[in-house]
């Protein structure tokens, strides 16, 4: 359904209440994170709670409201659509800006990937998506879930794209970070074939279904991942501790970025400062449905 005009949005939230407002706070760990990488803030301690990536090593699985790690937002609201409306964030700690969050969809991952193996790991898709289920838009990221070894790296993917076609493959060489920490998106930051937040599609792709394998060049030495596909919302930069950053998603276009019955929304951030350990965030997610 949504909205005919900015009256009926307004009758719709203060007539039928037809909104709702989420505050969340994260913290980062004991470890700083590095300019110009980009790390999974769902892992972190805070509210909502941090995830776990729980489920069977390589098993494809799906992420909802209902998985607890992400921001929630009232439930389903079908005949109904939901859509931001606003969002904003802060942080205290002047090494934690400037940067960016991103507001993104969590709809399925694949956790345990080995970071010490050099072989293919087969992923199984018993599990599918059930959110934007063509998989267009959607974009995959290897966040990191116990610190991976000292040993270089490239990353390599065989995929299922947007039209359904197999056998995809990431475009370029694409490197992991040696010793990366928790949760760092291992791929991203400012080395030499490093990408993100998201890994490259390949010519032509538009977004990414499933995942069949993924394979690195070089066992790293220790340490495990989650491959993680999502479909990214909006996103806002904070540029001045102590400074309140806000984004108006209703009047600023492209508006309104839909919340589909079911998301799991989740931060990843993007440090332009090396952000010390212990650093805290805070912010809003306003929605609202009609």
């Avoid at 494809?60 to 937002?73: D, I, R, Y």
């Avoid at 694949?110 to 063509?134: C, D, E, F, H, K």
């Avoid at 394979?215 to 501790?241: F, N, R, Y």
């Amino acid at each position: 359904m949504g909205f005919s005009s900015q009256d009926d949005l307004i009758s719709k939230i203060t007539t039928s209440g037809k909104i709702w407002r989420t505050d969340w706070n994260k913290i980062t760990g004991a470890a700083a994170y590095t300019a110009g990488r980009w790390y999974d803030l769902s892992q972190l301690n805070g509210f909502p709670v941090a995830n776990t990536y729980a489920g069977t090593a390589l098993n494809a699985t799906v992420a909802s409201e209902s998985s607890g790690f992400g921001l929630p937002h009232n439930g389903n609201v079908t005949p109904d659509t939901k859509h931001l409306l606003n969002i904003g964030a802060v942080s205290a700690v002047a090494t934690a800006v400037p940067g960016t969050l991103m507001l993104v969809d969590l709809l399925l991952y694949y956790p345990g990937i080995n970071m010490n193996v050099a072989t293919a790991q087969t992923l199984v898709n018993t599990n599918t998506l059930t959110r934007y289920t063509s998989g267009a838009g959607v974009r995959a990221f290897l966040a990191i879930t116990a610190t991976a070894g000292a040993t270089a790296h490239n990353i390599s993917l065989s995929y299922t794209n947007q039209a359904g076609t197999a056998g995809r493959t990431l475009p370029v060489t694409v490197s992991g970070t040696a010793s990366a920490i928790v949760p760092h998106i291992t791929h991203a930051g400012i080395a030499a074939n490093n990408y993100g937040p998201f890994l490259p599609l390949g010519s032509g792709d538009t977004g990414i279904r499933s995942v069949q394998s993924l394979q690195l060049s070089a066992a790293s030495g220790a340490g495990t991942a989650a491959l993680v596909l999502a479909k990214p919302l909006t996103s806002i930069p904070i540029t001045t501790a102590s400074v309140y950053a806000e984004r108006d998603l209703l009047n600023q276009l492209p508006s309104m970025p839909q919340v589909q019955d079911g998301a799991c929304l989740t931060w990843i951030y993007f440090p332009g400062a090396a952000t010390g350990a212990n650093t805290s965030f805070f912010g809003h997610v306003e929605q609202g449905w009609g």
